[in-house]
């Protein structure tokens, strides 16, 4: 039985849950569950995790309130855990973030990457865009996703020690704390940022003309890998489509398998 639970703190949770339902029913021969986290115990019980899009200072204010915070960095940095999160979750897997106007937060990390939080804007605060995402299967239909006051990863950080140090120097800027990888998650460990998509510049809204971030020229990074993280800007709970969950949970059974293998 493989356990995926859902961080239920605040935010999009309910939805994920029932599209992880709808995902589970295209991998037969497995039994799933997934139950919704809140406290240590509950999230020691699981082999993977997502991260709910909702409010990410919200979030993380609530997870150091219920002594989750160091757990999280645990699950996700030191044993390598398969998670994912989306929009908020994706600002709390990162190892950078800007401070916004409703102040910093604490960072979870797994990801090597900057992300800019609000980054379409105050007037356009949510809108639709169809992306076509090579990853999933019947890539050819357009994938409906909402941005809602979303994040994009602005920049791909390097994956060197001392990374954190160096951006947390940088006005307006939270980082996460750096957690030494335990030899159980060595091998999901990875120090390579997958780009899996981008928003196309005639995809997204027109609000405040965004600035686009260093890679921006080629559209907005919306969605990436890096070994046992994976992240998207967007919220594919609210659509009803379960082809990322689907294409996630089979990732999830490889690894588990494969640890057991291991151990
Ligand atoms: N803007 C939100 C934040 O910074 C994220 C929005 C979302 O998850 N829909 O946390």
Redesign the pocket.
């Known amino acids: 039985r493989i356990t995926i639970g859902v961080l239920a703190l605040q935010?999009a949770f309910t939805e994920h849950i029932e599209l992880l339902h709808a995902a589970a029913a295209t991998i037969p021969d497995h039994d799933f569950s997934f139950p919704e986290v809140r406290t240590p115990a509950e999230l020691a019980r699981c082999d993977a995790l997502i991260l709910p899009?909702?409010?990410?200072?919200t979030?993380s204010l609530v997870a150091q309130r219920s002594g989750l915070l160091e757990p999280l960095r645990d699950f996700v940095k030191a044993a390598r855990k398969p998670t994912w999160g989306?929009?908020?979750?994706l600002?709390l897997l990162s190892e950078s973030a800007n401070r916004?106007k409703a102040g910093g937060q604490d960072l979870i990390g797994g990801l090597d990457v900057r992300v800019s939080?609000?980054h379409f804007g105050r007037q356009v605060d949510s809108f639709e865009a169809g992306l076509h995402l090579d990853f999933i299967a019947d890539p050819q239909r357009p994938f409906r996703s909402v941005f809602?006051?979303?994040?994009v990863v602005e920049r791909l950080l390097p994956h060197v020690e001392g990374v954190q140090a160096e951006e947390a120097s940088k006005e307006d800027t939270v980082v996460a704390p750096s957690v030494p990888v335990r030899e159980e998650g060595r091998k999901a460990l990875s120090d390579h940022v997958e780009v899996l998509a981008r928003l196309p510049r005639e995809a997204r809204a027109l609000g405040k003309s965004a600035t686009a971030g260093e890679l921006g020229e080629a559209g907005d990074i919306i969605a990436v890998r890096q070994g046992n993280v994976f992240g998207t800007s967007f919220?594919p709970e609210l659509t009803g489509d379960a082809r990322i969950h689907a294409w996630w949970l089979k990732g999830v059974v490889e690894a588990v398998e494969q640890r057991d293998r291991a151990s």
């Open positions: 935010g899009g909702g409010e990410s200072t979030m989306t929009c908020a979750g600002i916004t939080r609000n809602i006051r979303a994040p919220h």
